[in-house]
């Protein structure tokens, strides 16, 4: 793995005032959030709280009829106007829920589609070697399609597409759904050491459990709204807190 992501604690994602409405319905209601280069920010919040409303608008990939509005700013500049493709190749990727791979190509070839960037300046960039590193199994399946994988190894392998695209940032939503409860945590963890070298990571997760044991700070969504966030620390520790928001997922990552 290579990075050139240097200077941790600036900036490298931001948004003000993010809203996405769907017909008349609203989603997400002005966000404000800020991603740090090297940090990894957990997204809490129940089903239908916004939160892939949220990791779509700032990519730009919002599904269906909804409308965007607010800034997004991606390692100092504005890319509120820019196009889905042309923020991906800005370095801002995101791996949806529900995964994309190539269900027809095998695990080598859906890797071998990935462009590297050229100008590595602020990426984070894993190689091939890399990838399969971080992910044995994807070595060992790498002849099968990709519609023959598991959910978790198809999440293995949209995420090691997505790191090889060389973030800036890497918005993932909902990585640990398909897996099973041990792997969880597993592939938490692996994601962490990644950021640690320097990748920062937007995390969308229901698991609160799981994210609270990787994450370096939480924001929790409720209808749509922000409506608490700081450390992990603070959010382990306070009991309250924990209750409150995250008792329902209580026993789920153990
Ligand atoms: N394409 C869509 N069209 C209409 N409403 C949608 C669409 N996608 C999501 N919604 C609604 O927006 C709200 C937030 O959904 P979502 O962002 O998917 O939440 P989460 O990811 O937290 O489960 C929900 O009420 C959901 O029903
Ligand atoms: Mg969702």
Same mark, same amino acid.
């Given at each position: ?72 700013? *991606?390692?100092?500049?504005?890319? &509120?106007? +820019?196009?889905?493709?042309?923020? $991906?190749? /800005?370095? =801002?990727?995101? %791996?949806? !829920? ?95 050491? *990644?950021?640690?070298?320097?990748? &920062?990571? +937007?995390?969308?997760?229901?698991? $609160?459990? /799981?994210? =609270?044991?990787? %994450?370096? !700070? ?37």
């Amino acid at each position: 793995m290579s990075s050139t992501a240097n200077s941790t604690g600036t900036e490298v994602l931001s948004c003000a005032g993010l809203g996405v409405h769907y017909a008349g319905s609203v989603a997400l209601q002005s966000m404000d959030l800020t991603l740090r280069r090297g940090r990894m920010v957990g997204v809490l919040g129940a089903n239908g709280a916004g939160k892939s409303s949220l990791v779509n608008a700032l990519a730009n990939w919002s599904r269906g009829d909804a409308t965007v509005s607010g800034r997004v700013r *991606l390692d100092g500049r504005d890319i &509120s106007a +820019l196009a889905p493709h042309l923020r $991906a190749k /800005a370095g =801002l990727l995101l %791996v949806p !829920e529900g995964r994309n791979v190539f269900g027809t190509l095998t695990v080598e070839d859906n890797l071998g589609l990935v462009v590297p960037p050229k100008d590595r300046d602020g990426r984070f960039v894993l190689s091939l070697a890399a990838a399969y590193e971080l992910f044995p199994r994807l070595g060992e399946r790498r002849r099968h399609k990709g519609m023959q994988l598991s959910g978790g190894e198809r999440q293995m392998l949209a995420i090691a597409c997505a790191l090889m695209a060389g973030p800036k940032a890497l918005l993932l939503d909902e990585p640990s759904i398909g897996l099973a409860p041990m792997l969880v945590v597993d592939m938490l963890e692996r994601i962490r050491t *990644l950021v640690d070298a320097g990748l &920062s990571v +937007l995390l969308v997760e229901q698991n $609160a459990q /799981a994210a =609270l044991k990787v %994450v370096d !700070e939480v924001i929790v969504l409720e209808r749509g709204v922000k409506t608490l966030e700081g450390s992990a620390a603070e959010f382990r520790d306070d009991q309250r807190i924990a209750q409150a928001y995250l008792g329902a997922s209580e026993g789920a990552a153990k």
